[in-house]
């Protein structure tokens, strides 16, 4: 009988200690968190947004905003400005939970 308390006091704890892991990663997770990782070709670009087509046909374009303080724009490894972007160049980009470009690496060679 005593065995088997413990047993239940091991497993109250050790539910307690993961639910409170669970709830500091939700406090901790921000829109800053990336949702998606892309490869692929620009297909549109404006002032504000960007529409990426992933190499992988099966996929659909992604669209995400581009946001002046937090989008990082880089274009053959040097810092760049949304107006350098163009159609067709590839790119790898990073896109966050709240659909707004983090990373945006640019290959024109």
Same mark, same amino acid.
């Given at each position: ?9 091991? $497993? ?5 200690? $993961?639910? @409170?892991?669970? +709830?500091?990663? %939700?406090? &901790?997770? %921000? ?9 692929? +070709? #620009?297909?549109?670009? *404006?002032?504000?947004?960007?529409? #990426? &087509?992933? #190499?992988? &046909?099966?996929?659909?374009? @992604?669209?995400?905003?581009? !946001? ?5 724009? $880089?274009? !053959? ?5 949304? &107006?350098?972007?163009? #159609? ?7 896109? %966050?939970? !709240? *659909? ?6 640019? *290959?024109?060679?």
């Amino acid at each position: 009988m005593k065995r088997a308390a413990a047993i239940l006091i091991a $497993l109250a704890t050790t539910a307690s200690v $993961l639910s @409170i892991v669970h +709830v500091a990663r %939700s406090e &901790s997770e %921000s829109p800053e968190a990336t949702q998606r990782r892309v490869r692929g +070709v #620009i297909t549109a670009v *404006d002032p504000a947004t960007v529409t #990426i &087509s992933p #190499i992988q &046909s099966h996929r659909q374009c @992604i669209t995400g905003r581009i !946001d002046p303080t937090r989008t990082r724009i $880089l274009v !053959d490894g040097h810092p760049g400005r949304p &107006s350098d972007l163009r #159609i067709t160049y590839t790119v790898r980009a990073e896109l %966050s939970l !709240d *659909d707004v470009w983090m990373t945006i690496r640019v *290959d024109s060679r």
